[in-house]
């Protein structure tokens, strides 16, 4: 199994947590995953600019007419037009540019990072906070051990990363 990063992000896409409130969010992911894990260390990043962290997403919703759009055909899960549509869009994406493209369900023009995925995958930010495999502790869902793919943050450990980022945030594992 490969080595997994857990991150909480801010759900804005646009948004920068000041130097002190990343601080103060970085210190205390340190108490939440205390101990150094086999690569040490914790991430801490604010990138100039917006970036799509996450993984294993097959869909997206239209911010406009709120169509979900499926990037895999149901029957066959080869590529679908609007996933080869959003490997276009994609490409762009890569620049950290919020371009504007249009979208293939109602042909509106949009902001891609106003584009909404499952949070729990991925999401459109600025913002990382998190670890390599993180160490467990009772601020996990689950006490008894280490965190692993799927295991959260209890929800008040997560209202207490908003409260000090001054953002609501999500929590992803990537790997
Ligand atoms: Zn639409």
Not at 7 to 18: F, G, N, R, V, W
Not at 95 to 111: F, G, R, V
Request: net charge negative.
């Amino acid at each position: 199994m490969g080595e997994r990063t857990y991150s909480i992000i801010t759900t804005d896409p646009l948004y920068s947590p000041t130097p002190e409130q990343q601080q103060a969010a970085l210190e205390f992911f340190k108490i939440v995953s205390p101990l150094p894990n086999a690569r040490g260390g914790y991430c801490c990043h604010l990138s100039k600019g917006v970036q799509l962290l996450g993984h294993d997403y097959e869909s997206v919703t239209c911010p406009l007419c709120k169509t979900r759009l499926v990037f895999f055909e149901k029957e066959s899960g080869e590529r679908s037009e609007a996933g080869h549509w959003w490997d276009k869009a994609y490409e762009y994406e890569k620049d950290y540019q919020p371009i504007k493209i249009t979208m293939p369900c109602c042909h509106t023009k949009t902001q891609i990072i106003d584009l909404k995925f499952d949070p729990t995958l991925a999401g459109f930010t600025k913002f990382e906070l998190g670890a390599l495999e993180p160490n467990g502790s009772e601020y996990w869902e689950n006490e008894e051990e280490c965190p692993y793919y799927g295991v959260w943050l209890k929800p008040e450990v997560i209202a207490k990363f908003e409260q000090l980022l001054g953002s609501s945030v999500s929590q992803l594992w990537q790997s």
